[in-house]
């Protein structure tokens, strides 16, 4: 059974830096992509940032510039580099891995961890 796990949330200063990491156990088959996704309470869960299994990334325009993606296809890991961040970053972080088969994306999610961007 695949798991994802992540850690490294935590309250931060607004302008402040975290980084978030997720690792997937349980992996029988190859990751294509991985990413990270965030919900706010009252809002629902948005795109955030994505890695092909080549180093491909994309990137809300929300965190362009301030976020880096990041992964290790051998660990089937997974970091989110959150640096310049705003009180509006505040959300739970959910890490995602994706396979695809014939086209059709299979998804599997962690639990989520918490970040909140206060002074």
């Known amino acids: 059974q695949v798991q994802l796990v992540e850690s490294g949330g935590g309250l931060v200063q607004p302008g402040g830096s975290l980084r978030l990491s997720c690792a997937a156990s349980g992996v029988r088959f190859v990751i294509d992509d991985m990413g990270w996704y965030r919900q706010a309470p009252g809002k629902e869960r948005e795109f955030v940032a994505t890695?092909?299994?080549?180093?491909?990334?994309n990137y809300a325009d929300s965190v362009k510039g301030r976020f880096t993606i990041s992964r290790d296809n051998a660990k089937n890991t997974v970091w989110l580099q959150m640096n310049s961040l705003k009180p509006e970053d505040t959300a739970v972080y959910y890490c995602?891995?994706?396979?695809?088969?014939?086209?059709?994306?299979?998804?599997?999610w962690g639990q989520g961890t918490q970040v909140t961007v206060s002074s």
């Open positions: 995602c891995a994706v396979r695809y088969i014939l086209a059709v994306g299979y998804d599997y």
């Open positions: 890695i092909s299994r080549g180093g491909s990334t």
